[in-house]
């Protein structure tokens, strides 16, 4: 992951054009190009030439007008949570930072959807709609903006149940490099009215154009929602409940598998009582009181037949907030399995008949590394995270951590998976798009070519020079 | 929709080198190619040179390259069942039949997905699977095939629960213009490894590429199925009835609206009894047994607050397949109305929340114009079809039926919603689609440029000139 930066692209004109407009929300202070430079858990900074604050869809036309004029690299950023290298200024220009685009334009209760500027954070639409008994479920962990979870295509915890970026957005405001304004999609739950531009933009990684506003799907907050954790004797029977669950139909909110090791670091990090460091399934089901019963009952069932033992119940909201918290900062509780050490994530997705062979391989490729390296997965999915511990002042971990990781996406695409399951490619797993794509990618390059012929947007990300 | 035909592109050559390969599969006789020159129930028939029957990815390569290097067009062509004028060679060349290709080439029990060429039809597929205690969900009412629906992104009475044809294809095998053979998406429950190929081709109707396979999701059957049927006072109450079911959740597995007309149409031909001429919804609910029997108590109260009558049950099988007989028969019971009358369905899709108000408006501008047009509807989608019947040989009465047809379109862009809902565009709803996309338009006119430069795939449809 060591990338070489070309030498950054000359900005000034564009700067001072957009300086004349724009005036001090055109920053080039070493502290704020800095903090642009790289996105979560990521070391290399690379920073942009200046960052340009934008307020409105129409300023984001004009600012892009000015580099696609100039030649200039414009790279979309949110909040910066990305994992993949995906806001690394790799050829300098401007960072077109909206996260002052952050109003929520219109809720619809009755049509269960709203319009929000691309600024605004998952966290932020929930408190807005909460009152109205709605909510917005996809969860990846970190708090990011709804334009950047639909340029990288996120989902998170209850993409089992409720899908991804890809299936909650209805429509888009985009900008494209030429500064033109279009809209996709639109209110309508389904449509037959020409390409799918939406599905196109979602996932897209700020290399076609730029998300300004999305109208997505909501969902009402359900009656009943319980939650529970179940542990097993091994992996293996941990995963095989999850497929029995999913074969059966049993409609659960979401499936997330903890390993032995994730376990420990969890217990000691969020201070779980009465849990064992073994193999252990989160579990959380929503709905109407007796269809919840009936799935316990049928999830209980099968956790039995696999290995698992008792669940163990959370319905206060106080016991499923304790459950979930402790599952969020998985990540914070990795790292301190080793402090002072840094970590990246994997991101491997299989068909789930692989999941148990990919993750007991995965898991006994990062012993034979020696390398600390515990598993979180959104199971239901097929899709895993493993978080990789390195000491980054010793570069022969960082090689063997690198190698773990090449070879868990390599494992994932011999499996019928994904090198990417909800993190994207950025810069990072460029280097494997060939692998799983093959001729696909001549169609994703005449699709960047025919969409962004300057090659000003995102330059160097996702698709292999 | 009287559509003027431009002078038909000279095909004699690539006939010629395509015989030299396929012998007696290219067909030239008058029969098969007015039978591949128009869809159901269109009335113009425009048949293409010839017809090529390829039995595999390979031969549709060789065909394509043909075909591109004579810039002959080409119509990808399955069984026949699209209603927008997708098949009809307006330009001529060379209808592409696929439905030799008709192997399921694999089926997953424990990943719920399987692998089928495109000339499957849905319901071989569901008798293939079926012993397997699997299902596919999409019914759009005719015997399509599945690479015919993934083409038109086609939907149907089940896609309120399973999604339609964009959330059920998780990949595809595509021949582009030039012969490339490529392979969208996977078999991972979802990714974010580049742009989404797969979505950019469903619904492209055929006018990008070739498709030839496709990985699609399958379910397996609930363990339970109910269906009901519930008549209400006033079509606004049935459709108030239905917002309230979406927004407390309530997962049906199908919503479907009958309007007193077509009641009055399905009770005479399917003999229904007990039923009165009154807007009436078609309910099937899918799950576990106690799950199944709360989501019918809520239900039940839901219809009776908004001028419900009781729901009449249909749990045995029999019961069961003799309502929703009676629902798939409704275009041909609407036709029995009239007899001798010709007949298109209308396709709008709007937000729910407008639904009441855009169907009593289409109802009363159908009686104003003096028509018979019932209506059908997955309300729960938001879509309806109205079945306007006309009288061919009354030029006046057409053109009043098109009046119609073209206001309904209008209503639902005015309302938020699209043009069409699951049919497509085809020929006839190509002068609309500037009043859906606005300058979205030139960003699918860029992507059939870059991806088909010769305009050889399905010329002269979905995007108008």
Chains 1, 2 share one sequence.
Not at 15 to 24: P, Q, V, W
Not at 110 to 126: F, I, K, P, S, Y
Not at 191 to 200: E, Q
Not at 401 to 416: H, K, Q, W
């Amino acid at each position: 992951m060591l990338i070489e930066r070309p030498v950054p692209v000359d900005a000034g004109a564009a700067i001072a054009r957009l300086r004349d407009r724009f005036g001090d929300r055109v920053q080039t202070g070493a502290a704020i190009r800095d903090a642009h430079g790289r996105g979560e858990g990521l070391h290399d900074i690379m920073p942009p030439a200046a960052v340009v604050l934008a307020h409105s869809t129409a300023e984001v036309s004009a600012i892009l007008a000015v580099c696609n004029d100039t030649r200039v690299p414009v790279i979309p950023f949110g909040v910066g949570t990305s994992l993949e290298g995906q806001i690394q200024a790799l050829h300098g220009g401007i960072s077109l930072d909206l996260s002052a685009m952050d109003r929520v334009l219109s809720v619809s209760a009755a049509d269960l959807d709203c319009r929000v500027e691309a600024g605004v954070t998952r966290e932020a639409l929930n408190a807005h709609v909460k009152s109205k008994g709605l909510f917005f479920p996809l969860d990846p962990g970190a708090n990011a903006t709804l334009g950047g979870m639909a340029a990288t295509r996120a989902s998170g915890t209850n993409a089992v149940r409720y899908g991804t970026m890809r299936e909650v957005t209805l429509g888009l405001t985009v900008v494209t490099p030429d500064g033109s304004i279009v809209r996709t999609g639109g209110r309508a739950r389904k449509s037959s009215a020409g390409y799918d531009l939406t599905r196109l933009y979602v996932g897209s990684e700020g290399t076609l154009g730029v998300i300004t506003e999305l109208q997505l799907r909501l969902f009402g907050i359900p009656e009943t929602i319980a939650a529970a954790v179940c542990q097993f004797d091994s992996l293996r029977g941990a995963i095989d409940a999850v497929v029995a669950i999913l074969q059966l139909g049993i409609p659960l909110a979401r499936i997330e598998l903890l390993d032995a090791l994730q376990m420990r670091a969890c217990i000691g990090y969020s201070r779980l009582e009465g849990l064992a460091e073994a193999p252990t399934l989160f579990l959380e089901f929503h709905g109407a009181p007796a269809g919840v019963d009936e799935q316990v009952a049928q999830v209980g069932e099968v956790a039995a037949l696999n290995g698992g033992g008792a669940l163990r119940w959370a319905r206060a909201q106080e016991e499923r907030t304790a459950l979930w918290t402790a599952r969020h900062n998985a990540y914070w509780a990795a790292r301190s399995l080793r402090p002072g050490c840094e970590t990246f994530a994997t991101d491997a997705c299989v068909p789930i008949s692989r999941l148990a062979e990919c993750i007991l391989e995965t898991t006994a490729a990062a012993e034979a590394l020696d390398l600390v390296a515990p598993v979180v997965g959104h199971v239901g999915d097929g899709n895993f995270h493993m978080l990789v511990l390195f000491d980054p002042a010793d570069a022969d971990e960082r090689a063997r951590a690198e190698a773990l990781s090449e070879g868990i996406a390599r494992r994932s695409l011999a499996m019928g998976g994904t090198i990417s399951g909800e993190h994207g490619i950025g810069l990072h797993k460029m280097g494997m798009m060939a692998a799983e794509h093959g001729d696909a990618l001549a169609v994703m390059r005449s699709l960047k070519a025919a969409l962004d012929p300057r090659g000003i947007m995102n330059p160097g990300k996702m698709l292999p020079g």
